[in-house]
């Protein structure tokens, strides 16, 4: 059975653009993962420690691999793009986060699911809202464009269409 997920990317290390395209790419590789749809790419501040400004963009994608398995997939693609553990919510060359699976609650040690700041964080949910504005979040109810009607102004502007990240299949 395939399950539509959300999956957000974000860089802020290198060259970001190319980092997000690698990863699109990347994640179109996968046998088991079937990308439907790419957002526009939005520029924003970053959530903690002083670094540079974020690229971020949404993926919806369908897959039948079980939640953790996708997670492990994400981890690779990550290593595999060059990023570095640093320390938390510190600068990265690229992020891979599961941000919505629809219809369902995941929570593992390793993995939660809706992301737990999903409901606080523009950067997120103005990508997710270009491709699902009316999901629900599986946990409040609230479609997701409710969710960023209410939220408060941050500083994240959109810099790039959607086929920027669809048609870039990078290298």
Not at 12 to 28: K, P
């Amino acid at each position: 059975m395939n399950h539509r997920v959300y999956i957000g990317i974000g860089s802020n290390l290198g060259d970001r653009e190319r980092n997000l395209f690698a990863a699109v790419g990347a994640l179109r590789r996968m046998d088991t993962v079937a990308v439907r749809r790419c957002s526009s790419i939005y520029e924003s501040a970053p959530v903690g420690p002083p670094q540079p400004r974020f690229l971020n963009a949404v993926v919806e994608v369908d897959t039948a691999l079980p939640p953790l398995r996708l997670l492990s997939c994400l981890k690779q693609i990550e290593a595999d793009l060059g990023r570095v553990r640093r320390k938390r919510w510190g600068p990265r060359e690229i992020d891979l986060d599961i941000l919505l699976w629809v219809g369902e609650v995941i929570a593992e040690p390793q993995l939660q699911v809706p992301h737990l700041e999903l409901h606080k964080r523009r950067f997120a949910l103005e990508p997710l809202c270009e491709l699902a504005p009316d999901v629900e979040h599986p946990v409040t109810g609230e479609r997701m464009c409710e969710l960023l009607q209410r939220l408060a102004p941050q500083d994240c502007v959109k810099c790039a269409g959607p086929d920027s990240l669809f048609v870039a299949d990078a290298d």
